[in-house]
């Protein structure tokens, strides 16, 4: 009863700026800037190339965690109408076929030896309409499938709200959501979001390849979550002169027909402060977890679900330095599993929407076999049971060119118990080494290029008889 309680609210409050809308455009808007209508369009090509040895399964499974070598073409085509000052519509279609050069091939029904190409679907990327400055510039809407990436719409970070579909990677980020903001003044503001995303695009009607026996499409479509996911968002915005933010934030998300699961009902409370002063930085967050699963014929009473986790960085960017170099230390911490604790109690923490490569490229896929029988349904990036010390520094090679590189050691917050001993040694935190190296490059005017390269050397949180992995993209990126 409770998530029908907050979708509720949440609707009337919707349908009450929206309603009022109307009136507040005749009252404040002049007739001519009432009918006022700007067009405009554009889009994006970006083509990468990826290559992963050993990066899914570590090199232990080399039958169906294959190396991987392919290139994908990412294509969005936009267009938006702004209507006088205050209101807008976006719409964006995305396609991002893949062309496998082996020796990975998607599986395919009736092709033994899979196929080369995955042609993907032709889909609504984003689709909405917004408002700013509403009621005397208290009140900011947005309402349908959008991203939350750029800087006035990004949670944080972005660790736990960035990604709304995490199981194609990084075609699309989208949430189908609606969002008020509430401008309490110039420095404080509250976000109130409602996120409908499920485990496939039932929403929106796409152009899809006739696909069977492919684990990544579900009836024809991209799968792009673990399960159906809903949540309700209370995110405050608070900014304390020059040098200090805090944002408070209550989130509370469902996950419904996940596997085996019963219905996960979870509350996560949580704040992220920063501070700067003259070059030098600070950063953190804390978030803690508390649900229960639903009661079924295994567990009749539910499960309790809870979870800890949070970062912290400290670093200085050198302006006057040539090169403008910066360099940030920190730690990430997700609890885990407790292995010896027999209730069947969940402590692993839930990285919400925000199974992304948040931390590094490589390790995302790492996490699956790990996790994907009990939480993640081959769904990359599940950060949780993980420590991370982290060094980062970036460097201006030239105007145009930028080296960041990064080396991170991994271990986990509880050892493991019952996964695979071809793969895990159950019995050690360390997960081992990951050195990574990112070369940005604008080209010209409107194209920019990048190389990436990352490397983990396993731990003994692994068996023996594991191999290094490396992840190598290349990338070049035009917007018209």
């Known amino acids: 009863m409770g998530e029908k309680i907050f979708v509720r609210l949440f609707s009337l409050l919707v349908t009450a700026v929206l309603f009022a809308l109307p009136v507040y455009a005749d009252q404040t808007a002049p007739a001519e800037e009432q009918t006022d209508l700007k067009f405009s369009a554009g889009g994006s090509i970006r083509l990468r190339q990826e ?14 965690q294959k190396d991987r070598n392919y290139f994908r073409l990412r294509v969005s085509l936009w267009g938006q109408a702004d209507v006088g000052k205050y209101f807008d519509a976006y719409a964006r279609i ?23 190409t995955d042609q993907d679907e032709v889909f609504a990327d984003n689709i909405y309409i917004s408002g700013k400055k509403l009621f005397n510039g208290l009140v900011d809407f947005r309402v349908g499938r959008q991203d939350f990436l750029s800087p006035d719409d990004m949670y944080g970070e972005g660790f736990l709200i960035m990604d709304g579909t995490p199981g194609e990677g990084s075609r699309s980020f989208y949430f189908n959501a609606a969002k008020v903001r509430f401008n309490i003044t110039k420095e404080n503001s509250v976000d109130l979001v409602y996120i409908n ?8 009607p796409s152009l899809h390849p006739r696909i069977t026996g492919n684990p990544l499409y579900i009836g024809g479509r991209k799968l792009l979550t673990a399960s159906h996911e809903q949540a309700v968002v209370v995110y405050g915005r608070n900014k304390f002169g020059k040098m200090f933010t805090f944002d408070p934030y209550y989130i509370y998300k469902i996950e419904d027909g996940f596997l085996t699961n019963p219905r996960l009902k979870l509350h996560t409370f949580g704040g992220r402060v920063t501070a700067n002063y003259e070059g030098w930085r600070a950063k953190g967050e804390l978030a803690y977890q508390f649900g229960k699963y639903d009661s079924n014929r295994t567990y009749t009473e539910g499960i309790d679900r809870t979870g800890l986790g949070g970062y912290a960085f400290f670093g200085r960017k050198f302006e006057e330095t040539p090169g403008k170099p910066e360099i940030d230390i920190g730690a990430v911490y997700y609890s885990g599993d407790n292995p010896n604790d027999n209730s069947n109690k969940r402590t692993a923490f839930d ?3 925000s199974r992304f490569p948040s931390w590094n490229e490589l390790y995302v896929y790492t996490l699956v076999p790990e996790n994907s029988a009990r939480y993640a349904n081959n769904i990359p990036g599940y950060w949780t049971n993980m420590v991370i010390y982290m060094i980062k520094g970036k460097v201006n090679v030239t105007k145009t060119t930028a080296l960041t590189l990064t080396y991170q050691y991994l271990m986990a917050a509880e050892t493991t118990s019952g996964l695979s001993s071809s793969e895990f040694s159950n019995k050690s935190k360390d997960r ?7 070369l940005n490059q604008n080209i010209m005017k409107n194209l920019d290029g990048m190389l990436q390269f990352e490397y983990f050397v396993p731990g003994k ?10 992840f190598f993209r290349w990338q070049l990126m035009y917007k018209f």
């Open 94 to 116: 995305t396609t991002e076929p893949k062309y496998y050069l082996g020796p990975y091939h998607p599986g395919i029904t009736g092709e033994s030896h899979g196929q080369y």
């Open 351 to 353: 990285p919400l929407f």
């Open 461 to 470: 949180f692994y068996a023996s008889n594991t191999k290094d992995a490396i």
């Open 197 to 204: 995303d499920p485990d496939t695009d039932t929403f929106m």
């Open 432 to 438: 081992g080494h990951l050195p990574t190296a990112i």
């Open 51 to 64: 290559i992963w040895t050993n990066t899914v399964a570590l090199g232990t499974n080399q039958t169906s």
